[in-house]
């Protein structure tokens, strides 16, 4: 009876020992069970993307992004919460909008979920951005030469988007194109995602008020510009040839034999001649240009102005000496301008041109002899724009 006593005493203690460490447990405490975490869909555009969740309990969440699949040095992006009008954390929906990634690159995200002291992750999602719009090519031909070579340059393009074709409304205007040395291309700067087809025009060298349609051009510059159609997301790379506006005109000075003429050469004019019916000046020499870069028309803007003056210092010999300048196409007939030559001691040779057409992208070379007679002109050299598969300019006039 009294071993009875001792056992039931031994198991009364045992129970009372138990009673007292569940009485002390923290029920507070975190759960055992693990939340089901999910990275959903990613949408993508060429250099902005948005994440979405889901986890099927409620906890701190967030993102991690990285260019790596092992999600190495991977950046942590905090979670927004859309409640879905629902107050079931399984119903909510978590999301992260992130821009300024880099356009046609393959980026890993996973969906996260922790209670502070422990962290679950979801499934890693693959996504690469669209590739962005951009110069894949700018060539050009370069005076005197027959093949197209890659345009660079330290001053920048200007660029024009147009809705659908070259006849459509401006979406992005003007835009400031620098050529990036480091990379070795031309820069278009950061744009929107754009739904249809785009067409482009680039030109050179960038002015900072320009209108596709009313593009001025001046003497002396040798602008270029070209186009391309059939832009969409499909085909975000833009090849354009760029065309010569201007006409090059080069004149080579040379002195004939042993003839004695004094003095140096200090101003040759291409000048308008006076209508010697009406005294006013003829309309020859333009003084600048208005080129349409979507239709690829150039209209002459003439004014009664002497005509181009360009500064030298050419002492007449035997060896040719040029003096050359761009200028803005033309057409006209004989003995409506004139070529002089200007010397320091106000002697002053002159030639009158026959009929002469300048055309866009052609080079004119006029052999200026000195003789004891006078200035006598040789044979016009002409050399043709050998590379103008991209369209001719045509003259308004």
């Not at 948005?50 to 967030?62: H, M, N």
């Not at 979801?122 to 005197?144: C, E, K, R």
């Not at 320091?344 to 080079?363: A, H, K, R």
Request: glycine share 8%.
């Amino acid at each position: 009876m009294r071993m009875n006593m001792k056992a039931i005493r031994y198991t009364l203690g045992i129970l009372l020992a138990c009673l007292t460490l569940v009485g002390c447990q923290d029920v507070e405490g975190p759960l055992n069970t693990v939340p089901a975490v999910v990275t959903g869909e990613v949408e993508v555009t060429s250099n902005y993307i948005i994440l979405t969740g889901s986890v099927s309990s409620k906890a701190e969440c967030y993102f991690l992004i990285s260019k790596s699949g092992d999600m190495a040095d991977a950046e942590r992006l905090f979670a927004e919460i859309d409640f879905n009008d629902s107050d079931s954390p399984a119903d909510w929906e978590y999301y992260c909008g992130l821009g300024d990634l880099e356009p046609g690159t393959t980026y890993y995200v996973v969906f996260c979920a922790t209670d502070g002291r422990s962290e679950v992750r979801g499934n890693v999602v693959s996504f690469t951005t669209l590739d962005a719009l951009h110069l894949a090519s700018i060539t050009y031909t370069p005076w005197g030469e027959e093949s197209a070579v890659d345009f660079i340059s330290e001053t920048a393009l200007g660029g024009f988007l147009l809705y659908g074709n070259l006849q459509g409304d401006i979406w992005q205007n003007n835009l400031l194109i620098p050529y990036d040395f480091d990379n070795a291309e031309w820069s278009l700067p950061e744009l929107e995602p754009f739904e249809g087809d785009m067409a482009m025009i680039a030109y050179w060298p960038y002015q900072q008020s320009a209108n596709p349609r009313e593009f001025a051009v001046y003497n002396g510059i040798d602008y270029l510009y070209g186009t391309c159609e059939g832009l969409n997301t499909t085909n975000l790379a833009a090849n354009i040839h760029l065309n010569h506006v201007m006409a090059k005109v080069k004149f080579d000075i040379a002195l004939e034999g042993e003839n004695g003429i004094g003095g140096t050469i200090n101003t040759v004019v291409i000048g308008n001649r006076n209508n010697p019916e009406t005294y006013d000046r003829y309309e020859a020499i333009p003084w600048e240009g208005m080129l349409n870069m979507a239709t690829g028309t150039l209209t002459p803007i003439y004014n009664d102005h002497d005509g181009i003056w360009l500064d030298c210092s050419i002492t007449p010999s035997t060896d040719v000496q040029s003096v050359e300048t761009f200028i803005v196409p033309t057409k006209f007939g004989a003995d409506m301008a004139h070529v002089q030559l200007w010397f320091d001691n106000d002697y002053i040779l002159s030639w009158t041109f026959t009929e002469t057409s300048w055309e866009p992208g052609v080079e004119y070379t006029y052999p200026l002899t000195i003789t004891e007679n006078g200035l006598v002109v040789g044979d016009v050299i002409v050399e043709e724009w050998q590379d103008n598969d991209e369209g001719t300019i045509i003259i308004n006039k």
